[in-house]
Nanobody, 121 residues
Framework: QVQLVESGGGLVQAGGSLRLSCAAS????????MGWYRQAPGKQRELVAD???????NIVDSVAGRFTISRDNAKNTVYLQMNSLKPEDTAVYYC???????????????WGQGTQVTVSL
């Protein structure tokens, strides 16, 4: 069984910063792509950023220049550094990983439980 545990959310004033972390644990053979999504109240879940195993990143336009995604393959962890936060960044943030678990036949997407990020004026 694979579990993703997120941390780092909270309440911050506009212009502030937060760093989200998501660590995978359990029986893991390999992890491919990792990513962060967010869901604001009344809205659909949307991609924020993702990163390949080799480190190639994709950042959506709405957070480009403010958010950075990175990963530590040795720790099975993905990070989201969020700077210059705006009230419209308020949402529940979810991490996701494409994981190859024993017996190693197929990669499966796993999701974290979500962490709340609230940006006040």
């Amino acid at each position: 069984q694979v579990q993703l545990v997120e941390s780092g959310g909270g309440l911050v004033q506009a212009g502030g910063s937060l760093r989200l972390s998501c660590a995978a644990s359990g029986s893991i053979v390999s992890i491919g792509a990792m990513g962060w999504y967010r869901q604001a109240p009344g809205k659909q879940r949307e991609l924020v950023a993702d990163i390949t195993r080799g480190g190639t990143t994709n950042i959506v336009d709405s957070v480009a220049g403010r958010f950075t995604i990175s990963r530590d393959n040795a720790k099975n962890t993905v990070y989201l550094q969020m700077n210059s936060l705006k009230p419209e960044d308020t949402a529940v943030y979810y991490c996701t990983m494409n994981v190859l678990a024993p017996p190693g036949r197929a990669y499966v997407d796993y999701w974290g439980q979500g962490t709340q990020v609230t940006v006040s004026l």
